[in-house]
């Protein structure tokens, strides 16, 4: 298993001036530290939890998936709290497709602080979550983790 990226931390200094590129690049450091922690003790997939039931009411499916843990092929890992109910869309092509779970991060709209010298306000915190996708069978995400398969023939959704 290789790690493409290349660490890179903060070198600080007495007189140093910080800027949120530098404090950036920091987390950075830690988070890809983990990240391949992450990676080569435990490998990418499923740890805990993220099973995945398909459901039929009339002509609409639903994907239940329950709460659970699992790391990216990036060794990002995706924390999905509760369990959780996503309607589905037939895809118009049939075939076979995969449930993927994806890192996502949006920006904490609770978290509004001042920009300095401006009459702007910016978030100042990330909230991280999960968000579930459904892909053609072939397509690969290093970004995501690969919950079940989902074969579509004739307009229906079977696991």
């Not at 590129?21 to 990418?44: I, K, N, P, V």
């Not at 309607?87 to 993927?100: A, S």
Request: aromatic share 8%; with cysteine.
């Amino acid at each position: 298993m290789a790690f493409e990226h290349t660490l890179r931390r903060l070198n600080p200094f007495e007189g140093l001036c910080l800027t949120a590129s530098d404090l950036q690049d920091e987390q950075l450091y830690h988070r890809r530290t983990l990240h391949r922690h992450s990676l080569f003790m435990h490998g990418f997939g499923v740890v805990q939890g993220l099973s995945v039931e398909l459901e039929q009411k009339k002509k609409r499916y639903t994907a239940v998936i329950k709460s659970g843990y699992g790391i990216t092929r990036e060794g990002q890992g995706v924390q999905l709290k509760h369990d959780g109910i996503v309607p589905l869309e037939v895809p118009k092509q049939d075939g076979e497709y995969m449930l993927w779970l994806f890192h996502v991060e949006k920006p904490d709209a609770e978290s509004q602080r001042p920009v300095y010298d401006t009459n702007e306000t910016r978030e100042s915190r990330v909230t991280e979550g999960a968000a579930p996708r459904l892909h053609p069978f072939e397509d690969e995400f290093p970004d995501g983790i690969a919950l079940c398969r989902i074969n579509v023939r004739l307009g229906r959704m079977v696991q």
